[in-house]
């Protein structure tokens, strides 16, 4: 609302990010479909915002047309430019489901301090993270099977690729002074400890799906995906939305 008072020309969007292991497992419990769930749930955030006088430009979401073609349009210019590669994860594999299982669709015990009840990603007790495959007595949350460990192929993000021209980067921007101390020192433990590949993409239904042969059973991982929802959204309101996102001179 500044800025317009200002008259500075000003685009304010927002969303709900839709994708990931959180909104199937949500939709699990409720019994609807992803879609489903998140169709109700997008209507509840809208009133909210507009209950409150939140004048968003336009309020979207991630699971449109718009954002498939602009992540998969992303996905391409890495893959051709060299900055993907594959490698094996171990995961828990639910034989009885059919799928491999997210680290919200697996429970069992903390390594670290024996909650019985700790999640795949992480345990609810002591805070700390897990891998999936270190939880001991692992139970597949929706059949109550037990899974086993199995090897996949994914793809990631070659980070340490990046490393050399991130870091000439960051001290032309630092130099200038609009980085907080806390974001300053963030960044420097990363960059201190040295970049490690990231994984892109998961054993899910519910997500973007990967557009390349041996992975089209598989779909981005939400952390890759969701930020590009800012740009997706900005899409579904004007079809000039690369002006908005790409124009570093303004």
Do not use: M
Not at 44 to 58: E, L, M, T
Not at 70 to 92: P, S
Not at 198 to 219: M, N, Y
Request: with cysteine.
């Amino acid at each position: 609302r500044y800025c317009r008072l200002r008259n500075w020309n000003t685009l304010f969007v927002c969303g709900t990010d839709e994708y990931g292991t959180a909104t199937e497992t949500r939709a699990l419990e409720e019994g609807l479909s992803p879609q489903q769930l998140c169709d109700r749930y997008h209507a509840v955030h809208a009133d909210v915002y507009a209950w409150f006088r939140i004048s968003f430009d336009h309020f979207g979401r991630t699971t449109t047309p718009q954002q498939t073609r602009i992540a998969q349009d992303i996905f391409q210019r890495l893959l051709a430019r060299g900055f993907l590669l594959q490698d094996t994860l171990e995961q828990l594999r639910c034989e009885s489901c059919g799928r491999y299982l997210a680290d919200r669709f697996v429970e069992g015990t903390c390594p670290f301090c024996g909650y019985a009840e700790a999640r795949g990603d992480q345990c609810d007790k002591c805070g700390k993270l897990i891998n999936a495959v270190e939880l001991k007595n692992p139970q597949c949350k929706l059949c109550r099977g037990t899974p086993v460990v199995t090897p996949t192929q994914h793809l990631f993000l070659d980070l340490p690729k990046l490393e050399g021209r991130l870091e000439a980067w960051l001290e032309r921007t630092w130099a200038a002074g609009d980085w907080t101390a806390n974001a300053r020192h963030i960044t420097r433990t990363w960059l201190r400890d040295g970049l490690k590949p990231r994984c892109i993409t998961r054993d899910l239904t519910w997500g973007t799906p990967v557009p390349l042969d041996g992975f089209r059973d598989k779909v981005f991982y939400v952390w890759f995906d969701a930020p590009i929802g800012y740009l997706s959204i900005t899409a579904n309101y004007t079809d000039q939305w690369e002006r908005w996102w790409k124009n570093p001179q303004q």
